[in-house]
């Protein structure tokens, strides 16, 4: 079983377009993160639900708004897509917001054309 | 703003020569996590250390946290084509719990 699956695990748009990814976790974890990972590698934090309650909200355009209706899912709406949003969306969970180990998804790649 | 760099960037070596990738910061913290990423999958977790000075091994790989715990290191003995990947560090002790990320060490063992 999946612990934490991901769709799509590919998505090609044109600039201009609202898309959305899902996010699920089936490990009874409480806490849920966005990443985003750019081409040269470095892991951004975007952000991170708790008990579906928003902690952790980073520097992020307003274009991305997530949305978590139960803390087993947590979802990443993105609009008015930009070429600088293509990159690779990791979603992760964690036991609880003080946790260390975090459990990623397969990841989503983003290419805006 | 704290910082965690890791080095070298990038290490292509052939199968069964030993390495060893660094993981340094000015700032001292609470754990430190060694992840492997696979080429199309998410970050899995190596190890966790948590106490200054600490050594874990997992096979032929060999971690330490320094004694400050400011930085880490990451020995692999008798590299092997499946130990080929993105290895990234993250230490806890950020805002809001956190995890700060280095930019990874990618790592390729040819055979």
């Known amino acids: 079983d999946t612990a934490v699956s991901q769709t799509p695990k590919y998505l090609v748009t044109q600039m201009g377009n609202d898309k959305s990814i899902k996010c699920e976790q089936n490990?009874?974890?409480?806490?849920m993160y966005w990443y985003k990972q750019d081409s040269k590698k470095f892991l951004k934090i975007m952000f991170s639900y708790n008990n579906k309650e928003l902690i952790i909200n980073e520097t992020v355009p307003n274009r991305f708004s997530p949305k978590s209706p139960d803390k087993a899912h947590l979802n990443l709406h993105i609009n008015s897509l930009e070429l600088g949003d293509s990159a690779v969306y990791f979603c992760?969970?964690?036991?609880?917001?003080?946790?260390?180990?975090?459990?990623f998804g397969p990841g989503t790649r983003l290419t805006v054309l | 703003t704290q910082l965690l760099e890791q080095s070298p960037q990038f290490l292509s070596i052939q199968e069964g020569e030993n390495l060893t990738v660094y993981c340094n910061s000015s700032?001292?913290?609470?754990?430190l996590q060694w992840y492997r990423q696979e080429p199309g999958e998410g970050p899995v977790l190596l190890v966790t250390v948590v106490t200054g000075g600490e050594v874990k091994k997992l096979k032929r790989l060999t971690f330490q946290f320094g004694d400050a715990r400011k930085d880490s290191s990451l020995h692999i003995t008798a590299a092997q084509p499946g130990d080929t990947g993105l290895y990234l560090c993250a230490a806890g002790g950020g805002s809001n719990y956190q995890l700060i990320w280095g930019a990874g060490t990618k790592l390729i063992i040819k055979p």
């Open positions: 700032s001292v913290f609470s754990s």
């Open positions: 490990l009874g974890h409480d806490t």
């Open positions: 992760a969970s964690s036991q609880d917001f003080r946790a260390l180990r975090q459990f």
